[in-house]
RNA sequence: GCGCGCUUGGUGGAAUGGGAGACACGCCGGCUUUAGGUGCCGGUGCCUUCGGGCGUGGGGGUUCGAGUCCCCCAGCGCGCACCA
């Protein structure tokens, strides 16, 4: 027998039942995994075939919260389960340390961001350990060490190089509360993605990321993701991408000098154009209105838009607004003048910033003419509805065949968009075309804890790239900055920083001074990892080919339209580049769900946030876990108010009391229980496959069931058996992965060596599994009247016949006839009665 | 509005088209304990004349057999949202 845990318990406490002290076996084996240095991954020469296993790496606001318990216990217990089963894992840790909260703490509270940033991590990274997250600690990183974000300014440049990174200016969404831009992504339904600010627009010249250049392949490539990746994150990222298959079709407008070309996916109804449509806060807008009659009213109007914030702007059940601007646009395809409007129903960043208006065919345009009392024209003959559903205001969407459209009449949807894009073509007026919802990634950040842009603006080079062997370009120091919010860069007042000689022309220049948005650094990490001290390059390209990709990545959904799309777009580049190997970052994809309270999400305004560090202190490390697993699927939501960490540490002490008794006791053959081999056998079975299937809830279901098991057969006088010994072997083993310190206490107690973590994972022996007996179900007329036990490998004549004998069948027979007998051997018989 | 998903005991949840409710929580009873508990054992869907009947949001269908597959409806959740 090892030593116990219970050596400080008082000595006049009779209580004839052993205590488990969670706390004292979490300190003694934190201090042990230290020294045995567990779950480094193997270098080149390790045999062991690899798999790369990652949790999304977390920002280093503070301490841990219930969220990262949950993440983090879930993608553990794989990459626990494939050191035990042998692999070469690779399960690093990291920080995503650029950001605001590092910032507005140096605001509010004057602290310098980088140590506030460091000690968080500091903080976390002991939290983690603490946590039993079997990380290969001597990868580490952050991306705001200089080694790190040296080569995220490095990957602008080759991004810069390419021209995928380029400046313009552009209406950009601005966060009020913030002070910087946002990327189209950070904006949820008009707010700012972080604060929640109602978001406003700006006109200002920003760097951008051409992610555009690789819509169809991050489109396409989806298809390698399907069934590794949830639909739910697929059909996001589809719809925020959003290609739509047209035709761009050029119309004259009168006075005007060049065509303007619109975007339509229906071709087939340009026939039904009866008026023309711009959006009311592009140049192409004002350009039209300059000089008329109706300029002053179209100013008018569009300041009285501007006012209007995105988030009511975004309210699909306002009403049309708009206003004529007293020209006319002709249509090619049969000459007609259609008046030309300004609207805010148009959009200004998607197509063209102009449409052509088929109020019969389309929704909004309808809405529209009726506002407005233009004229209607139906051009489609279709099942859903008529000439009298368009004048009651129902636009006819759907297939059809084409009327009152000249030539084109009796043709379907499909053959006329063929053949009038193709008309136009040949005239020069159009030509097929697809467009994409996606607009470039906008890095530009006007805040100072991010990754400087490493290029420099010289009056007569323009912008000039920083040389590589000058990077990183560093921070200043936080104390020469002006941090607080002022709507441009902080790194603007570091005078000393800012001026710099050209470094094409030696001329006096100035620094780009805003900083790269932190998903750039976090679209990268990933590969970092691979060789995280490489000084030659971002990674070593060798090590990412032997990594990548990542086999299994965990996180939230949050990330669905973010970071899971800004890597995916990265990599792609770097293939380009020849650096990588594969254009796809991560094979599978799990997000877990969240930790709520009470049917809310947890927060400090709703004063349900639910302690960690409370948690922890009263159950310990292991009941959190196994209570986070346990709870339910993996990526549901945990309601915190719902589940019991109670029931948790009941069962680890069970298994703990277990493991003492048995390690107590010498081996004996005599006691043998052939029923709990193939029990334990089974089990093991199950919880693989289950385990590998991420149904942790139910592998822990299995292994309570092989504890029960194990306890009667205990209490039945089989202790010192080998089937014993192998039960509580085989339950440690498996327990090691999702209660590391229970399950490595309770190898100590059955006498065995440190560690149980580098035991492996129990094998199971099918011949031992299968059971000598089974129980057949016996139905009549489907429903359940008795059981017979059989062979598994009775037949069918003779099951048939032992299930008509049974009492149960008898009695529901009753001396009916029988019409026909259904026999699914060995486990159902169903007698179905005429 | 469009798209997707979900709906099973008091609760969280199990169930390759074949035994509904595994495993837990909670609750009830018993045992052990000076007492308490994170100990041990048993019970726990509803109804019952103890034969059985009913039961997976509601309605219909396919099937020998449906929680599971198909159709309709309702409720809840998520995503997108004037994207031409």
């Given at each position: 027998m090892t030593e116990t845990v219970d050596s400080d318990r008082d000595p006049v406490d009779r209580d004839p039942v052993d205590r488990y002290d969670v706390h004292a076996t979490e300190s003694r084996w934190l201090a042990e995994w230290e020294r045995l240095g567990l779950y480094r991954a193997g270098g080149e020469d390790d045999p062991r075939p690899r798999k790369y296993i990652l949790d999304m790496f977390s920002y280093p606001s503070g301490d841990l919260h219930m969220g990262h318990a949950e993440a983090y216990s879930i993608g553990d217990v794989g990459a626990r389960y494939w050191m035990m089963r042998g692999y070469n894992v690779m399960h690093p840790v990291g920080f995503d340390s650029f950001g605001l909260p590092a910032e507005n703490a140096a605001i509010k509270r004057g602290l310098d961001p980088v140590a506030w940033t460091y000690a968080n991590i500091e903080t976390q990274s002991a939290a983690y350990r603490k946590f039993a997250v079997s990380f290969d600690w001597s990868r580490r990183l952050a991306t705001s060490d200089p080694d790190y974000y040296r080569w995220t300014q490095w990957l602008f440049l080759r991004f810069f190089e390419r021209g995928l990174a380029y400046r313009k200016a552009s209406p950009v969404n601005w966060c009020p509360d913030d002070q910087t831009v946002l990327a189209n992504e950070q904006v949820v339904a008009g707010r700012c993605e972080r604060c929640h600010a109602v978001v406003t627009k700006r006109n200002l010249t920003q760097w951008y990321f051409r992610i555009t250049d690789y819509a169809d392949r991050l489109l396409d490539d989806m298809v390698e993701l399907e069934g590794t990746w949830s639909d739910q994150v697929l059909t996001m990222q589809r719809n925020w991408i959003g290609r739509s298959v047209g035709a761009e079709v050029d119309f004259v407008i009168e006075g005007h000098d060049a065509p303007v070309t619109v975007f339509t996916t229906r071709p087939d109804t340009l026939f039904g154009a009866t008026f023309f449509v711009v959006a009311v806060d592009s140049d192409l807008a004002a350009t039209l209105a300059a000089g008329g009659e109706h300029e002053a009213a179209y100013l008018a109007y569009r300041d009285q838009v501007a006012a209007i914030s995105e988030v009511e702007r975004l309210a699909t059940d306002r009403p049309k607004t708009g206003i004529f601007l007293g020209r006319y646009a002709v249509n090619p395809v049969n000459g007609e003048r259609m008046p030309v409007w300004a609207a805010d129903y148009v959009l200004a960043d998607y197509g063209t910033g102009a449409i052509m208006a088929v109020p019969a065919h389309d929704q909004r345009d309808l809405d529209f003419a009726r506002a407005f009392d233009l004229p209607v024209?139906?051009?489609?003959?279709?099942?859903?509805?008529?000439?009298?559903?368009?004048?009651?205001?129902?636009?006819?969407?759907?297939?059809?065949?084409?009327?009152?459209?000249?030539?084109?009449?009796?043709?379907?949807?499909?053959?006329?968009?063929?053949?009038?894009?193709?008309?136009?073509?040949?005239?020069?007026?159009?030509?097929?075309?697809?467009?994409?919802?996606?607009?470039?990634?906008?890095?530009?950040?006007?805040?100072?804890?991010?990754?400087?842009?490493?290029?420099?603006?010289?009056?007569?080079?323009?912008?000039?790239?920083?040389?590589?062997?000058?990077?990183?370009?560093?921070?200043?120091?936080?104390?020469?900055?002006?941090?607080?919010?002022?709507?441009?860069?902080?790194?603007?007042?570091?005078?000393?920083?800012?001026?710099?000689?050209?470094?094409?022309?030696?001329?006096?220049?100035?620094?780009?001074?805003?900083?790269?948005?932190?998903?750039?650094?976090?679209?990268?990490?990933?590969?970092?990892?691979?060789?995280?001290?490489?000084?030659?390059?971002?990674?070593?390209?060798?090590?990412?080919?032997?990594?990548?990709?990542?086999?299994?990545?965990?996180?939230?959904?949050?990330?669905?339209?973010?970071?899971?799309?800004?890597?995916?777009?990265?990599?792609?580049?770097?293939?380009?580049?020849?650096?990588?190997?594969?254009?796809?970052?991560?094979?599978?994809?799990?997000?877990?769900?969240?930790?709520?309270?009470?049917?809310?999400?947890?927060?400090?305004?709703?004063?349900?946030?639910?302690?960690?560090?409370?948690?922890?202190?009263?159950?310990?490390?292991?009941?959190?876990?196994?209570?986070?697993?346990?709870?339910?699927?993996?990526?549901?939501?945990?309601?915190?108010?719902?589940?019991?960490?109670?029931?948790?540490?009941?069962?680890?002490?069970?298994?703990?009391?277990?493991?003492?008794?048995?390690?107590?006791?010498?081996?004996?053959?005599?006691?043998?229980?052939?029923?709990?081999?193939?029990?334990?056998?089974?089990?093991?079975?199950?919880?693989?496959?289950?385990?590998?299937?991420?149904?942790?809830?139910?592998?822990?279901?299995?292994?309570?069931?092989?504890?029960?098991?194990?306890?009667?057969?205990?209490?039945?006088?089989?202790?010192?058996?080998?089937?014993?010994?192998?039960?509580?072997?085989?339950?440690?083993?498996?327990?090691?992965?999702?209660?590391?310190?229970?399950?490595?206490?309770?190898?100590?107690?059955?006498?065995?060596?440190?560690?149980?973590?580098?035991?492996?994972?129990?094998?199971?022996?099918?011949?031992?599994?299968?059971?000598?007996?089974?129980?057949?179900?016996?139905?009549?007329?489907?429903?359940?009247?008795?059981?017979?036990?059989?062979?598994?490998?009775?037949?069918?004549?003779?099951?048939?016949?032992?299930?008509?004998?049974?009492?149960?069948?008898?009695?529901?027979?009753?001396?009916?006839?029988?019409?026909?007998?259904?026999?699914?051997?060995?486990?159902?018989?169903?007698?179905?009665?005429?």
């Amino acid at each position: 027998m090892t030593e116990t845990v219970d050596s400080d318990r008082d000595p006049v406490d009779r209580d004839p039942v052993d205590r488990y002290d969670v706390h004292a076996t979490e300190s003694r084996w934190l201090a042990e995994w230290e020294r045995l240095g567990l779950y480094r991954a193997g270098g080149e020469d390790d045999p062991r075939p690899r798999k790369y296993i990652l949790d999304m790496f977390s920002y280093p606001s503070g301490d841990l919260h219930m969220g990262h318990a949950e993440a983090y216990s879930i993608g553990d217990v794989g990459a626990r389960y494939w050191m035990m089963r042998g692999y070469n894992v690779m399960h690093p840790v990291g920080f995503d340390s650029f950001g605001l909260p590092a910032e507005n703490a140096a605001i509010k509270r004057g602290l310098d961001p980088v140590a506030w940033t460091y000690a968080n991590i500091e903080t976390q990274s002991a939290a983690y350990r603490k946590f039993a997250v079997s990380f290969d600690w001597s990868r580490r990183l952050a991306t705001s060490d200089p080694d790190y974000y040296r080569w995220t300014q490095w990957l602008f440049l080759r991004f810069f190089e390419r021209g995928l990174a380029y400046r313009k200016a552009s209406p950009v969404n601005w966060c009020p509360d913030d002070q910087t831009v946002l990327a189209n992504e950070q904006v949820v339904a008009g707010r700012c993605e972080r604060c929640h600010a109602v978001v406003t627009k700006r006109n200002l010249t920003q760097w951008y990321f051409r992610i555009t250049d690789y819509a169809d392949r991050l489109l396409d490539d989806m298809v390698e993701l399907e069934g590794t990746w949830s639909d739910q994150v697929l059909t996001m990222q589809r719809n925020w991408i959003g290609r739509s298959v047209g035709a761009e079709v050029d119309f004259v407008i009168e006075g005007h000098d060049a065509p303007v070309t619109v975007f339509t996916t229906r071709p087939d109804t340009l026939f039904g154009a009866t008026f023309f449509v711009v959006a009311v806060d592009s140049d192409l807008a004002a350009t039209l209105a300059a000089g008329g009659e109706h300029e002053a009213a179209y100013l008018a109007y569009r300041d009285q838009v501007a006012a209007i914030s995105e988030v009511e702007r975004l309210a699909t059940d306002r009403p049309k607004t708009g206003i004529f601007l007293g020209r006319y646009a002709v249509n090619p395809v049969n000459g007609e003048r259609m008046p030309v409007w300004a609207a805010d129903y148009v959009l200004a960043d998607y197509g063209t910033g102009a449409i052509m208006a088929v109020p019969a065919h389309d929704q909004r345009d309808l809405d529209f003419a009726r506002a407005f009392d233009l004229p209607v024209r139906v051009v489609i003959n279709t099942a859903v509805g008529d000439a009298s559903a368009v004048e009651a205001g129902t636009a006819l969407g759907g297939d059809g065949t084409l009327v009152n459209s000249g030539g084109y009449d009796g043709l379907a949807k499909d053959e006329a968009i063929e053949r009038i894009t193709a008309d136009l073509a040949a005239k020069g007026a159009g030509k097929k075309a697809i467009n994409f919802r996606l607009r470039d990634w906008l890095i530009s950040r006007q805040r100072y804890w991010g990754a400087p842009i490493p290029i420099v603006h010289c009056a007569t080079c323009g912008e000039v790239a920083v040389p590589d062997d000058e990077l990183p370009v560093r921070l200043p120091d936080s104390t020469t900055v002006d941090l607080a919010p002022k709507g441009i860069s902080p790194l603007a007042t570091a005078a000393a920083w800012l001026h710099v000689p050209c470094p094409k022309c030696g001329g006096d220049a100035q620094r780009d001074s805003d900083t790269m948005d932190t998903f750039v650094d976090s679209s990268w990490y990933f590969l970092r990892y691979c060789s995280p001290s490489y000084e030659d390059g971002p990674f070593d390209p060798a090590a990412v080919r032997r990594w990548m990709p990542v086999a299994e990545y965990t996180g939230g959904r949050e990330h669905a339209i973010l970071h899971l799309l800004y890597s995916r777009f990265f990599m792609k580049v770097l293939f380009d580049l020849g650096l990588v190997g594969c254009e796809e970052p991560f094979a599978a994809l799990y997000n877990q769900g969240m930790v709520v309270m009470a049917g809310s999400k947890m927060s400090k305004s709703r004063g349900n946030l639910v302690n960690l560090g409370d948690e922890l202190a009263a159950h310990g490390v292991d009941a959190v876990r196994v209570t986070m697993l346990f709870a339910g699927p993996p990526e549901e939501d945990i309601d915190w108010a719902d589940v019991s960490p109670t029931g948790a540490s009941k069962w680890l002490a069970r298994v703990w009391r277990l493991a003492g008794e048995i390690g107590a006791a010498a081996e004996v053959d005599e006691a043998e229980d052939p029923p709990l081999r193939r029990t334990t056998h089974a089990t093991i079975a199950e919880v693989t496959r289950l385990v590998e299937s991420h149904r942790f809830n139910v592998a822990i279901a299995r292994l309570m069931e092989l504890t029960n098991a194990l306890r009667k057969s205990v209490d039945a006088g089989h202790l010192g058996a080998p089937s014993v010994n192998e039960a509580i072997a085989a339950l440690t083993t498996m327990l090691a992965v999702f209660a590391p310190y229970t399950a490595e206490e309770c190898w100590a107690r059955l006498g065995h060596e440190p560690s149980v973590h580098q035991q492996s994972w129990p094998v199971h022996d099918p011949a031992l599994s299968t059971a000598q007996t089974v129980t057949c179900v016996v139905q009549v007329n489907g429903k359940l009247r008795d059981r017979v036990d059989v062979a598994p490998d009775v037949d069918e004549a003779t099951l048939q016949e032992l299930a008509l004998a049974t009492e149960g069948a008898q009695r529901a027979i009753a001396g009916a006839a029988v019409r026909t007998v259904v026999v699914r051997p060995p486990k159902l018989v169903n007698i179905v009665l005429g």
